[in-house]
């Protein structure tokens, strides 16, 4: 059967997706809303808004549309999942529905939901304005530094850790003041896990699942890990610390008691799962759950795959996932972020780019982040603009590769990590 898809984003996640459907004997047209200056090469781009559903519903209508791919969050929070499945009930939506994206959309949800269902995780417990007092007491019973949770979605930025006492209930108050707007209506305060972060990618129908390739992003600004958060600055899949033993305990302790813990509360996921995992002395526990794939970790894991991806969409949005198998890729892939002068803080739109098909000769794949179409070509138009990335036998190979692919391309005040892969080398 040949698909009509549509993925709904704009960013380099939705265009390394857009970008592996598009290799696929099953795909008969492909369409990305809005997309970006990358997508416009493998698909047809609709300029709409994710968060204008009857756009998002008109689209599905016109061209029609079999599958659709939710990428981002916040319509998945939203309910675009349920909105479509009422308007079109044929129609095969890989994402979450509302109830379900609760498991991103709330920090609480999620913590409850893992407490529930024996999936191992940090001591925690929630708070709102009203009890202030008591959450001030709970502090006092935990070792800093100190982590404070906003509930809700808070673009990326919701998270805060602390090393003080006074400065952890200051930060509270701000929070429950309205910092992160309703977001941080509730704080989850939680016991702080010392270890390294891996990201964990998971295909559901609600019943069976895939794991896709793991990968471990780069999150701060500056090299050595330095400086403010980002959305993430670079990714690397393999993980090497995440071998046979680590992933079998995270697929028994983990992955499993997840999809298991979902058809006992009744919900019907169809879509990704993305398990932000610390490695703490060789076991996992879950950071958060995310209800779709990471950026920039979608960049790496997407080259990684190489069975039909397609198959294996259409397969979880119709619940017959049992019969597939997955193929993965030996080799490594690296993700260079390239970002405009000032992210996180505030910089310049509208920089001319030179050097993207050169970076491809040099046998990178390059993926549109916060890019736009202009008169004189593709310009930046966000934070991220592109993501870098190559493959290669091993980590190292394929790092060299892709910063060499990198410096293949340049814009006014450009600027990447220099480091990616470098916190690694120790577990090869």
């Not at 990326?156 to 929070?175: H, Q, S, T």
């Not at 259409?314 to 890729?329: D, F, H, N, Y």
């Not at 803080?345 to 982040?369: C, D, N, R, W």
Request: hydrophobic share 40%; aromatic share 8%; with cysteine.
């Amino acid at each position: 059967m040949s698909l009509k898809v549509l993925v709904v984003g704009s960013g380099g996640r939705e265009h390394a997706i857009a970008w592996k459907i598009s290799q696929s004997p099953q795909l008969a047209k492909l369409y990305c809303l809005p997309g970006n200056p990358g997508t416009a090469q493998i698909a047809t781009n609709i300029p709409a808004g994710v968060g204008d559903f009857e756009a998002i519903a008109s689209a599905v209508s016109a061209h029609g549309i079999d599958l659709v791919v939710v990428g981002p969050e916040n319509p998945l929070v939203d309910g675009l999942t349920n909105f479509l499945k009422g308007r079109f009930p044929q129609l095969m939506v890989v994402g979450p529905g509302r109830e379900e994206a609760q498991l991103e959309g709330s920090k609480d949800f999620a913590k409850d939901f893992m407490s529930r269902h024996g999936i191992p995780t940090a001591a925690y417990r929630t708070f709102s304005g009203a009890t202030l007092a008591a959450a001030r007491d709970f502090l006092k019973t935990l070792q800093p530094p100190y982590v404070l949770k906003a509930d809700g979605l808070a673009a990326g930025k919701g998270v805060v850790i602390l090393d003080n006492y006074a400065n952890a209930c200051a930060e509270l108050e701000e929070m429950f003041s309205g910092k992160f707007g309703a977001a941080s209506s509730k704080v989850v305060i939680e016991q702080f896990l010392s270890g390294i972060e891996v990201s964990v990618f998971v295909l559901t129908d609600g019943k069976d699942y895939l794991i896709l390739p793991e990968a471990k992003d780069y999150k701060r600004i500056g090299d050595g890990d330095t400086g403010l958060n980002t959305g993430g600055m670079g990714a690397v899949s393999p993980v090497p610390f995440a071998d046979k033993a680590f992933m079998d305990k995270v697929e028994e302790r983990i992955v499993k008691p997840t999809i298991a813990g979902l058809k006992a509360d009744g919900i019907d996921y169809k879509g990704f799962i993305f398990i932000g995992l610390m490695n703490c002395g060789g076991d996992p526990y879950v950071i958060e759950y995310n209800v779709r794939m990471g950026d920039p970790e979608t960049e790496s894991v997407m080259t990684r795959i190489s069975s039909d991806l397609l198959c294996h969409l259409q397969a979880a949005a119709k619940g017959e996932l049992a019969g597939q198998k997955i193929e993965i890729s030996p080799e490594a892939a690296v993700t260079v972020v390239m970002v405009s002068g000032g992210y996180p803080g505030s910089y310049a739109k509208g920089y001319p780019i030179s050097g993207l098909e050169e970076a491809q000769a040099a046998g990178a794949t390059v993926f549109h982040m916060g890019t736009k179409a202009a008169e004189e070509g593709v310009v930046t138009s966000g934070g991220r603009v592109l993501a870098v990335v190559a493959n290669a036998a091993d980590i190292v190979k394929a790092g060299e590769k892709a910063y060499a692919a990198a410096s293949k391309i340049s814009f006014k005040d450009a600027y990447n990590r220099t480091d990616v892969t470098k916190d690694l080398l120790k577990y090869l």
